[in-house]
């Protein structure tokens, strides 16, 4: 049977410290530029339409 007392400072301790490493975390990781994307749906779009020239031709 578990125990029927609750100690909040232990959750509020264990919400900050999984806070705290979640900030840590975003603070490691590198934003994502939406240019590589972009160049990529370019590039495709530009070989499509010299292949459709190239053969509709």
């Known amino acids: 049977m578990s125990d029927q ?3 909040p400072a232990g ?3 264990a919400f900050r ?3 705290h490493a979640r900030e840590q975390e975003a603070a490691a990781k590198p934003k994502k530029s ?3 994307p972009i160049i ?7 070989v499509i ?3 459709a020239f190239l053969f509709l031709r």
């Open 5 to 7: 007392h609750i100690d």
């Open 11 to 13: 959750n509020t301790q």
């Open 17 to 19: 410290a999984f806070a």
């Open 34 to 36: 939406p240019l590589l």
């Open 40 to 46: 990529a749906i370019v590039a495709a779009i530009v």
């Open 49 to 51: 339409g010299v292949a």
